[in-house]
T-cell receptor, first 114, second 114 residues
């Protein structure tokens, strides 16, 4: 069965600092990979997705993620964090073995200090 | 509609009562998912619809939970004899199809059982 691990429950960064949120997945073949953001009281918004091809994908709000097959990882990065980026971030995987039903990690809460 | 719509946005119910949660997916989206998100937790898969059939309902926590979808559109999640542990945000998502496509989420229904 597919699974997603987000090892960091909370991440605290200063505004303007760089950010990397970790995501590891467990699946034999290459799954489809996603990062979503959830602001308080809101639904989930898609930041970016990876299906195939170029392993570095660009998303909205200045985010990017890199797929590394050898490490089964899909880490999310941003070079300079803004206070408005404070939110919950979820990594998700969808694969044929799971009928392509998106499976989500537990989430990482991003706290931004001024 | 332009996005996934869920109603009501908030629901407070007494323990033991039945509740119905509604999801209007994006027009033309054949796949529909229900997830549960407990406070401070990740997304827990409940049920998946492809068209009007539910090929995967493995996430429904008990026989008090049921869901249906009609006209390849609106879906209703019903919880009978609600318990306090049912308190959570219930999120609905839809996608154009399953596989190489992303899921779009509604704002969720916050259910509180008192």
């Amino acid at each position: 069965a597919q699974s997603v691990t987000q090892p960091d429950i909370h991440i605290t960064v200063s505004e303007g600092a760089s950010l990397e949120l970790r995501c590891n997945y467990s699946y034999g073949a290459t799954p489809y990979l996603f990062w979503y953001v959830q602001s308080p009281g809101q639904g989930l918004q898609l930041l970016l997705k990876y299906f195939s091809g170029d392993t570095l994908v660009q998303g909205i709000k200045g985010f990017e993620a890199e797929f590394k097959r050898s490490q089964s990882s899909f880490n999310l990065r941003k070079p300079s964090v803004h206070w408005s980026d404070a939110a919950e971030y979820f990594c998700a995987v969808a694969a044929s073995g799971g009928s392509y039903i998106p499976t989500f990690g537990r989430g990482t809460s991003l706290i931004v200090h001024p | 509609g332009a996005g996934v719509s869920q109603s009501p946005s908030n629901k407070v119910t007494e323990k033991g009562k039945d509740v119905e949660l509604r999801c209007d997916p994006i027009s033309g989206h054949t796949a529909l998912y229900w997830y549960r998100q407990r406070l401070g937790q990740g997304l827990e898969f409940l049920i998946y619809f492809q068209g009007n059939s539910a090929p995967d309902k493995s996430g429904l926590p008990s026989d008090r939970f049921s869901a249906e979808r009609t006209g390849e559109s609106v879906s209703t999640l019903t919880i009978q004899r609600t318990q306090q542990e049912d308190s959570a945000v219930y999120l609905c998502a839809s996608s154009f199809n399953r596989g190489r496509t992303e899921a779009f989420f509604g704002q969720g229904t916050r259910l509180t059982v008192v």
